[in-house]
């Protein structure tokens, strides 16, 4: 009963910028960490960012300092600001959220479909 539906990707020139949003849907309860993942061709899938339900961000090294995680809560969303981006960045991004349905139910984690970025010139 609950989804996480990625949008916001496409074709970017190097340095450019694209702005990803993830809306989570259905039955749920509470959202605890939203993070963004993501996966090129030939590499596995590797995490990208994170948020915490207090707004605690961690980012992967690769990536810090050039992209902003931030979230929604009265929206169930989260996002990722890509700033200067790179070829190297070019991958298919994936929302993921920890959440709970409903207050009888466990927390379980969830994946998006996601969406592709593609940068370059």
């Known amino acids: 009963q609950v989804q996480l539906v990625e949008s916001g990707g496409g074709l970017v020139q190097p340095g450019g910028s694209l702005r990803l949003s993830c809306a989570a849907s259905?039955?749920?309860?509470?959202?605890?960490?939203m993070a963004w993942y993501r996966q090129a061709p030939g590499k596995q899938r590797e995490k990208v960012a994170l948020i915490t339900t207090a707004g605690t961000r961690i980012y992967w090294d690769s990536v810090k300092g050039r992209f902003t995680i931030s979230r929604d809560n009265a929206n169930k969303s989260v996002y990722l600001q890509m700033n200067s981006l790179k070829p190297e960045d070019t991958a298919v991004y994936y929302c993921?959220?920890?959440?709970?349905?409903?207050?009888?139910?466990?927390?379980?984690?969830?994946w998006g479909q996601g969406t592709q970025v593609t940068v370059s010139s």
């Open positions: 993921n959220a920890d959440v709970r349905p409903t207050n009888s139910d466990p927390m379980s984690n969830y």
């Open positions: 259905g039955s749920i309860f509470s959202i605890y960490d």
